[in-house]
């Protein structure tokens, strides 16, 4: 069963009020994952001057619990995962020191089920990249929609699913527990009038609206703006009305 999330806020036209709640469902976290196994020894070792790695599409929510890559003397090993064209997190892993050893970060992001992502590795933001591809590899089974992913020119280009490059890793749990939601913010601007806010992005994410809660007709507002880092709604507001973001 996948986790089902709901954040709602409330405004009332007479006497304005918010509130917010957090519903979670689902089933106990299971146990750590590693998204890409390889065989022992690499068919391939070259340089890549660009951001390079993998895309994939989690099955079921997940929690990244750990990044890495394989020590090749980086001295500024940056590991992104990206949506779309936009990288949404940023990891700075330690400096190895040519040990062909893994150096790991644990961190905590969140993916959800049915969106695509790209993981990508590179060394400083310019510097060459000593990268390894494998032909023997095996992706958890968790992941689905794999390919090799290098990113140029403000997008990403496929180079294929029959190898991999080493380059980024991560391992991750099954988030059929409780996963963060993003929180809503309501501001009045008249009493007809209110902005709804929320940060971006917000992946997987979508705003709904209401005018009751006994027995809810629940809408996906699609005029939705983006301002740096902040979801916008402006709406106008006739009657009470309830807001919530949601999840499948």
């Known amino acids: 069963m996948s986790a089902i999330h709901a954040n709602f806020c409330r405004v009332a036209k007479l006497f304005p009020k918010l509130f917010c709640l957090i519903f979670v469902l689902g089933l106990p976290a299971k146990a750590d994952t590693t998204a890409v196994t390889t065989g022992p020894t690499a068919d391939f070792t070259g340089f890549a001057s660009s951001p390079i790695g993998f895309a994939f599409t989690p099955l079921t929510n997940l929690v990244v619990s750990q990044v890495n890559y394989i020590d090749h003397g980086e001295t500024q090993p940056i590991i992104r995962f990206w949506s779309g064209n936009s990288a949404f997190a940023t990891f700075n892993l330690p400096a190895g020191s040519n ?91 008249s009493p007809t009038n209110v902005t709804v806010t929320w940060p971006a992005p917000s992946t997987g994410f979508v705003l709904q609206r209401t005018p009751s809660l006994d027995s809810p007709a629940w809408t996906v507002v699609t005029n939705v703006v983006t301002i740096g880092g902040t979801n916008q709604f402006s709406d106008v507001v006739i009657s009470n009305r309830f807001y919530r973001l949601y999840h499948p």
Do not use: M, R
Request: charged residues 5%; proline residues 3%.
């Open 99 to 189: 040990t062909g050893q893994t150096i790991s970060t644990n961190v905590t992001l969140t993916l959800f089920a049915g969106q695509n992502y790209v993981i990508t590795f590179q060394d400083g933001t310019n510097g060459f990249t000593l990268i390894n591809e494998y032909l023997t590899f095996q992706l958890a089974p968790q992941l689905t929609n794999y390919s090799v992913e290098v990113y140029q020119s403000g997008s990403f280009t496929n180079f294929g699913s029959n190898f991999y490059v080493a380059g980024p890793n991560f391992t991750f749990t099954n988030a059929t527990g409780v996963v963060a939601s993003p929180v809503l913010s309501i501001t009045q601007n």
